[in-house]
């Protein structure tokens, strides 16, 4: 893991999973203040931000920004929370919800890595998120880079 990152996540752990959650999504995301299309061709703006509510050609500014992060990862944060039934420490938490802003809700219901995880492969549920790597079939380095930051993440114990 790269050590600014991890400095920042190191900090970031009296906030939790969700202050947690929060850099990583920043560092790898990145901020755009313009709607772009993303590696897979889907609008976006912000970190990442997807969704029908994006305006194409305006200018977004930090706060609105940071709102739309807030409110996609308090969402995300859901999805694991609804859909996890084993304990789980912040760090598994935030590399989780991480894992769902970027792969979405939908893929993360019905991955192996949510019936591992469940089924009490912790080990294995988080060795799953090597797997999702590709963007139109092909691997993105990018995505390498983020995986193995959440899987170092959510084999962390405590």
Same mark, same amino acid.
């Given at each position: 893991?790269?050590?600014?990152?991890?400095?920042?996540?190191?900090?970031?752990?009296?906030?939790?999973?969700?202050?947690?959650?929060?850099?990583?999504?920043?560092?790898?995301?990145?901020?755009?203040?313009?709607?772009?299309?993303?590696?897979?061709?889907?609008?976006?703006?912000?970190?990442?931000?997807?969704?029908?509510?994006? $305006?194409?050609?305006?200018?977004?500014? *930090?706060? @609105?920004?940071?709102? !739309? /992060?807030?409110?996609?990862?308090?969402?995300?944060? #859901?999805?694991?929370?609804?859909?996890?039934?084993?304990?789980?420490?912040?760090?598994?938490?935030?590399?989780?919800?991480?894992? $769902?802003?970027?792969?979405?809700?939908? *893929?993360? @219901?019905?991955?192996? !890595? /949510?019936?591992?995880?469940?089924?009490?492969?912790? #080990?294995?549920?988080?060795?799953?998120?090597?797997?999702?790597?590709?963007?139109?079939?092909?691997?993105?380095?990018?995505?390498?880079?983020?995986?193995?930051?959440?899987?170092?993440?959510?084999?962390?114990?405590?």
């Amino acid at each position: 893991m790269n050590p600014d990152l991890r400095n920042r996540l190191i900090k970031a752990t009296a906030g939790g999973a969700i202050a947690m959650a929060t850099v990583l999504i920043q560092w790898h995301e990145g901020v755009r203040y313009t709607p772009y299309r993303d590696s897979g061709g889907v609008l976006s703006v912000c970190y990442g931000h997807t969704g029908s509510d994006i $305006v194409p050609g305006k200018r977004y500014n *930090a706060a @609105e920004c940071q709102y !739309l /992060l807030d409110s996609d990862l308090k969402a995300a944060m #859901a999805v694991v929370n609804v859909n996890v039934t084993v304990s789980l420490t912040e760090s598994q938490k935030a590399a989780l919800a991480s894992f $769902v802003y970027n792969v979405g809700s939908g *893929a993360f @219901e019905r991955s192996t !890595l /949510l019936k591992k995880l469940n089924a009490g492969d912790r #080990a294995g549920a988080c060795n799953e998120m090597r797997r999702w790597k590709y963007v139109d079939g092909k691997v993105s380095k990018g995505l390498v880079s983020r995986r193995a930051v959440e899987r170092e993440l959510c084999l962390t114990p405590s």
